[in-house]
C-alpha cells in the first residue's frame, strides 16, 4: 500500500467513524461520556478525539454543532440558529375540543373520506364551524372532491391527529362498538 493510499484509507475510517459518532450523539440525543463512547462504538479514545474533530469541522455553517463539556460530547442546535428553533418550538397550548367537535371528529376518523353532508346527516345538525375549527387546528383536512354535483370536499384526519392519539395508523383507533349489542 503507498503513503497516499494509506493516507486516503485512515481519511475514509475517521470520515466513517465520525458519521457513526454523529449518528450516536443524534439518536442518544443528551451528553455522553467519551468512556460511553469508547464503549457505543468499540474505539480507542484517539479514534473516538479524531472523529470528534472531525465531525465538528464537518458541521461548520450547519444548523448543529459538537459541542464538548469536559469529557461530554452532545451534538446540538447551532446558537446562531435560536430565534429559528425558538419559533418551531414555540409551545403549542391546544385548545379544548367541544363535545361536538370530539363527535364529528371520531365521525371522520372512523368513517373517511366523507362529505360535510354526509357527516351533518350522521350527526343531524349543522357541522360548518365546527369542521371549520378541527382545520384550522390541523386535526383534518381536505382529502379531495367527491365526483358529484358541486363537487363536495371530503374530509380525512391529519398526520397530527394521529400524533395527538399516539398512534402510527388509523388501523390501531379501537374498534367501534357494533349496534345491536348488548353490555353486561
Known amino acids: 500500500m503507498s503513503i497516499t493510499t494509506e493516507a486516503a484509507a485512515a481519511v475514509s475510517d475517521e470520515v ?20 460511553e463512547l469508547q464503549e457505543i462504538l468499540q474505539a480507542p479514545l484517539p479514534r473516538i478525539e479524531g472523529a470528534a474533530a472531525c465531525l465538528k469541522e464537518g458541521l461548520g455553517g450547519r444548523g448543529l454543532f459538537l459541542q464538548r463539556h469536559q469529557d461530554q460530547l452532545q451534538l ?3 446558537p446562531t440558529q435560536a430565534d429559528v428553533v425558538r419559533r418551531v418550538l414555540r409551545p403549542e397550548y391546544p385548545s379544548r375540543l367541544s363535545p361536538a367537535a370530539y363527535e364529528t371528529l371520531a365521525i371522520v376518523a372512523y368513517r ?34 367527491l365526483e358529484a354535483p358541486g363537487n363536495p370536499r371530503l ?23 357494533q349496534s345491536g349489542s348488548t353490555s353486561s
Open 16 to 35: 466513517a467513524m465520525a458519521a457513526a459518532l454523529e449518528a450516536v450523539l443524534f439518536t442518544l440525543n443528551r451528553p455522553v461520556t467519551l468512556l
Open 76 to 78: 446540538v442546535t447551532d
Open 112 to 145: 373517511q373520506p366523507l362529505t360535510r353532508a354526509r357527516i351533518e346527516e350522521i350527526r343531524g345538525v349543522n357541522c360548518e364551524a365546527v369542521l371549520e375549527s378541527l382545520e384550522e387546528k390541523g386535526l383534518i383536512e381536505e382529502t379531495g372532491r
Open 155 to 177: 374530509f380525512g384526519t391529519t398526520m397530527k391527529f394521529l400524533q395527538i392519539l399516539g398512534v402510527s395508523s388509523l388501523d390501531e383507533l379501537p374498534p367501534l362498538p
